[in-house]
């Protein structure tokens, strides 16, 4: 049994960590940073809630997992990786590439697991896209289009993440998870454009973006918008075969929100007419979504630390997303399509032989 201790108890610790984590057998949840007044969760009444990091490392914890704002997410795992901790940071893992490779370089030193929670490669779209695509079914896939869109015309000025602070805004909130989820799908691009914006009257922070991969003979789009009361497909795949075009975000985030738990029965059951569409010359028909579990993203962090498992989100998938975010701002601001050179920048930052 390997015990976890979880630093930010808001949205992020609330819905995605903790209900995630004590849905996995072989982890234990026994330590909340929670730093405000307000008392402990009636949910978890055998957990130990604690008002520092200092406290959480004065117990025995194994696996320390941060939810807290982005900015503070390199001192509190630094922090924790000197302490011998194995860590898991809510994405995005940083607020700059440089950051997250002294991070890697430590881990490696203190012989730690350290992994980004990229818990939407766990999802039944992407799955179901990742087996559409491994059979073959589609062909050569010429257009790959991902949306992230949501509709929220009012600000939230309290809210850390629409604050104009590092690490703000919703390419790297939310483009961390379909720039993750487009390197798994088809590597490193050659090349990247950009167009990261705001749409939102008086918004301070980034709420838009266009994002397009270059591949040769291929491109993936990559969007989300804040003001998108029709969301567009949450995929849409093009090849020499045929399309697949699924709408609907998948149901565990809301039915986490909702407070159902990864281990209730048909938790996060998704209806039939939300199943994806797929068009060939023979003609069209519904493909059901594969089943899929955040818990997944957990059992592997689990096992990679009781050394029976490689880690799935690896450091090295770390650092690409972290280069790839920066490079996607640099294109914006440059309005111009830059080469994808992160592997350079990758064995610059971490020096010869390391990962």
Not at 23 to 43: C, E, F, K, N, W
Not at 56 to 78: F, G, M, Q
Not at 101 to 106: C, G, H, I
Request: hydrophobic residues 40%; neutral net charge.
């Amino acid at each position: 049994m390997l015990n976890v201790g979880l630093v930010g108890f808001g949205f992020a610790g609330k819905t995605f960590h903790a209900p995630v984590i004590r849905a996995v057998q072989g982890l234990r949840l026994t330590t909340i940073v929670q730093r405000s007044g307000a008392p402990p969760d009636p949910r978890y009444p055998d957990v130990e809630f604690v008002r520092s990091v200092q406290d959480l490392l004065t117990r025995a914890i194994d696996l320390v997992v941060i939810a807290t704002p982005n900015p503070s997410h390199h001192p509190i795992a630094k922090q924790c990786l000197l302490a011998g901790r194995h860590v898991v940071i809510d994405k995005p893992f940083t607020t700059t590439a440089a950051e997250a490779a002294e991070l890697v370089r430590l881990a490696h030193d203190k012989r730690r697991v350290l992994s980004a929670y990229q818990n939407r490669r766990y999802v039944g779209d992407f799955v179901t896209v990742q087996t559409l695509l491994s059979d073959g079914g589609l062909g050569r896939v010429s257009i790959f289009e991902s949306h992230f869109d949501r509709f929220r015309p009012e600000l939230r000025p309290t809210a850390w993440r629409e604050q104009p602070q590092p690490g703000s805004g919703i390419w790297f909130d939310l483009g961390s998870h379909l720039l993750d989820q487009a390197l798994v799908l088809f590597g490193p691009p050659a090349a990247i454009s950009a167009d990261i914006r705001i749409e939102r009257e008086g918004a301070a922070t980034d709420d838009a973006f266009d994002v397009t991969l270059h591949y040769p003979r291929m491109r993936a789009l990559l969007r989300a918008s804040m003001l998108a009361a029709s969301p567009g497909p949450t995929f849409a795949v093009h090849g020499t075969r045929g399309s697949f075009v699924k709408y609907g975000l998948d149901p565990q985030e809301e039915a986490l929100k909702s407070g159902r738990t990864p281990d209730e029965r048909n938790w996060d059951a998704e209806p039939p007419e939300r199943h994806g569409v797929l068009t060939t010359p023979e003609g069209t028909r519904t493909i059901p979504t594969i089943p899929s579990s955040f818990t997944h993203y957990y059992e592997n962090v689990r096992d990679a630390i009781r050394g029976t498992a490689p880690l799935a989100v690896s450091t090295e998938q770390v650092l690409e997303v972290m280069c790839g975010l920066e490079l996607a701002l640099a294109s914006s601001q440059q309005r111009c399509v830059l080469p994808w050179t992160t592997s350079e920048r990758l064995v610059t930052a971490l020096g010869p032989n390391r990962h």
